[in-house]
């Protein structure tokens, strides 16, 4: 047993030496690139084809990354946790179809580059026969856009806007807002703001700007654009139509109508009282009234036999008329 032991130390020795060796030899080789998502799983590649049909318990397959920390190692068949580095343990799972390892639950540090290698035990002990470099790359899609209009819009007047996402990787280049016409698109750039969380390494981006609208814009579609190195993610677009100024308030139609019935009947009232004092004031009953007193001076006499009966209810106008037809009356008896 303790010889057994000693091997296996020497062993993994001899291996932290071969190792170190290939690593300055094989630096400069190309490298496989393979990208994964934040939080998902990686596959890293092996691609080793193994002609000779050497069985696993002939060989010692390990990966490492960029600072030599070993991810998984599977020492002749049998996997060894004793040389994995803490920060991988139950983050990794070797697929013996395809050679790959997976890296679960992948975080933005993680990126970087990773080794496979592949030694065969043979009678002069461990011998490198394969060697692959792939370099993975993280990515975290960020948030839809999201804008916001902080002022309504009214003519010859600016709109204030804002737009924002997070939750993104890598760091955004750009991000700006575009103004759709009928006639034109517009770009427009603004205070661009952008913080990486200290934990997780993700990006936040924010823009605030201002647009005017002039009096020939009369609806436009205003949104705004997050690109990345790979992507370009729009917000949601907004269609904006931009208030008239308040028109100044005309003077209603009813108060017109009242002030124009007002007027009629004031003429009317007017015509009424002119045309009534008019008809008092008439010539033609001042002249029966002095008629009827002269026959009454004549006729006196025949008068004082003759009893008229006046009633109270009728005016000076009836009056008059009833005394000068009764002295007719009596001056025909007489003559007869």
């Known amino acids: 047993m303790a010889e057994a032991a000693k091997m296996d130390a020497g062993c993994t020795m001899g291996l932290s030496v071969t190792v170190f060796v290939m690593a300055l030899l094989l630096s400069g080789a190309a490298s496989l690139r393979i990208q994964a ?22 060989l010692v397959v390990f990966w490492q990354d960029h600072e030599r ?10 996997e060894k946790p004793d040389n994995v580095d803490p920060k991988y343990i139950g983050r990794t799972s070797f697929d013996q179809n395809s050679w790959n390892l997976q890296l679960h639950n992948v ?3 993680d ?11 043979g009678a002069k002990g461990l011998v490198p026969i394969y060697q692959m470099n792939s370099e993975l790359s993280v990515l975290a899609n960020f948030t839809q856009p999201e804008i916001t209009l902080i002022s309504n819009i009214t003519r010859n007047s600016a709109i204030n806007l804002t737009c924002s996402s997070v939750q993104g990787y ?27 969380d200290n934990v997780t390494g993700l990006y936040s981006i924010s823009i605030s700007g201002s647009i005017a609208f002039s009096d020939d814009i009369r609806n436009a579609t205003i949104y705004c654009v997050l690109q990345t190195e790979s992507t370009e993610t729009h917000s949601q677009h907004f269609t904006i139509v931009p208030a008239d100024p308040m028109p100044v308030e005309k003077p209603r139609l009813w108060i017109a109508a009242v002030a124009l019935t007002l007027i009629v009947v004031c003429a009317i009232v ?29 006729n006196e006499p025949v008068e004082e036999r003759v009893k008229i009966h006046e009633p109270e209810k009728f005016g000076k106008a009836a009056k008059c008329v009833h005394r000068l037809k009764t002295p007719s009356s009596d001056k025909s008896a007489a003559h007869f």
């Open 37 to 58: 998502y934040f939080n998902k799983t990686a596959d890293l590649p092996c691609q080793f084809t193994n002609s000779q049909s050497r069985s696993l318990s002939e």
């Open 170 to 196: 890598p760091e955004p280049k750009k991000m700006f807002f575009v103004l759709k016409t009928e006639n034109a698109t517009t770009e427009y750039d603004g205070v661009m703001q952008k913080s990486q």
């Open 69 to 78: 920390l070993v991810l998984y190692e599977l020492f002749l068949g049998r």
């Open 270 to 298: 007017l015509f009424l009282t002119l045309w009534k004092r008019k008809k008092e004031q008439q010539p033609g009953v001042a002249c029966e009234c002095e008629t009827i007193k002269m026959d009454k001076a004549e």
């Open 107 to 109: 975080q933005i540090k």
């Open 111 to 121: 990126k970087g580059v990773y080794q496979c290698f592949v030694h065969h035990r």
